[in-house]
């Protein structure tokens, strides 16, 4: 009985803690974590990705081709595409506990080896919080007509 009152208190302030954070802050944890990816696949910072990205991260790129964590970081290691411009904007976020969904959109412009390219991209993000941080699950793009 005692062992059951001590997991009941234990879940209880656990409970407690993750509904304790503030709203206002999770978003503005979540665009600056946004804006930190950006900055990394335009620099090709694979550390800040692999902090940020969760290990079971997809994406489905505007082409419906999925790729996974590994795949996403190999990319920006062999630096192609190059990206000149990767920055979010008119981002909306709807928080749902310890899950969070961004959406808003991407604006690219770079090259992949002596192809250019720019466009504007829709995007959703679905982000998960572990271990005291936010890390993006899965990611949709779809690519803007002009």
Request: aromatic share 8%; with cysteine; proline share 1%.
């Given at each position: 009985?005692?062992?059951?009152?001590?997991?009941?208190?234990?879940?209880?302030?656990?409970?407690?803690?993750?509904?304790?954070?503030?709203?206002?802050?999770?978003?503005?944890?979540?665009?600056?974590?946004?804006?930190?990816?950006?900055?990394?696949?335009?620099?090709?910072?694979?550390?800040?990705?692999r902090?940020?990205?969760?290990?079971?991260?997809?994406?489905?790129?505007?082409?419906?081709?999925?790729?996974?964590?590994?795949?996403?970081?190999?990319?920006?290691?062999?630096?192609?595409?190059?990206?000149?411009?990767?920055?979010?904007?008119?981002?909306?976020?709807?928080?749902?506990g310890?899950?969070?969904?961004?959406?808003?959109?991407?604006?690219?412009?770079?090259?992949?080896?002596?192809?250019?390219?720019?466009?504007?991209?829709?995007?959703?993000?679905?982000?998960?919080?572990?271990?005291?941080q936010?890390?993006?699950?899965?990611?949709?793009?779809?690519?803007?007509?002009?």
């Amino acid at each position: 009985m005692k062992l059951q009152t001590t997991l009941t208190t234990v879940l209880a302030l656990a409970t407690g803690a993750a509904e304790a954070r503030d709203p206002a802050q999770d978003e503005r944890e979540l665009l600056k974590v946004e804006a930190a990816l950006c900055r990394a696949f335009e620099t090709g910072d694979v550390a800040t990705l692999r902090k940020s990205l969760d290990a079971r991260f997809t994406l489905t790129d505007s082409k419906g081709t999925v790729t996974d964590l590994e795949q996403n970081l190999a990319e920006v290691a062999k630096k192609d595409p190059v990206y000149e411009v990767f920055r979010n904007h008119h981002q909306k976020i709807r928080l749902y506990g310890d899950a969070a969904v961004v959406t808003g959109i991407t604006t690219l412009k770079g090259h992949s080896g002596k192809t250019q390219f720019e466009g504007d991209f829709q995007f959703t993000d679905t982000w998960v919080y572990r271990d005291g941080q936010w890390k993006l699950a899965a990611s949709h793009a779809t690519r803007l007509s002009k």
